[in-house]
Nanobody, 125 residues
């Protein structure tokens, strides 16, 4: 059974970098058969896809966030990370990591095989 768990600081100051970690169990991120994604849901807004990557392929970015988005992975820990720089209060959201065997650029968690429970991040001074 594949499980994903988001973690990170729940409060980030404006202009700082938001750093989130997704810990995967039941599947290896070192195997180039999975695609891993980040999504978010802001208050009063619809869900938003942030980006998708795989071990051996080029990452996909939401064009609106590309200039501020970076992905990292820690294979020994079976974790992948999201860094979102220069955050503003508009980046306040519940952030989700998700994954599956096919690449998805969808904003809906239902279009992914696996996803975490979500992690609230608030951007505030």
């Amino acid at each position: 059974q594949v499980q994903l768990q988001e973690s990170g600081p729940g409060l980030v100051k404006p202009s700082q970098t938001l750093s989130l970690t997704c810990t995967v169990s039941g599947a290896s991120i070192a195997i180039d058969k999975y695609y891993w994604s980040w999504l978010r849901q802001s208050p009063g807004k619809g869900p938003e896809w942030i980006g998708t990557f795989s071990l051996g392929g080029l990452p996909y970015y939401n064009p609106a966030l590309k200039s501020r988005t970076s992905y990292y992975r820690d294979i020994p820990k079976n974790q992948f990370m999201l860094h979102l720089s220069s955050v503003t209060p508009e980046d306040t959201a519940v952030y989700y990591c998700a994954g599956g065997g096919t690449p998805s650029l969808s904003s809906s968690l239902d279009d992914y095989e696996y996803w975490g429970q979500g992690f609230q991040v608030t951007v505030s001074s």
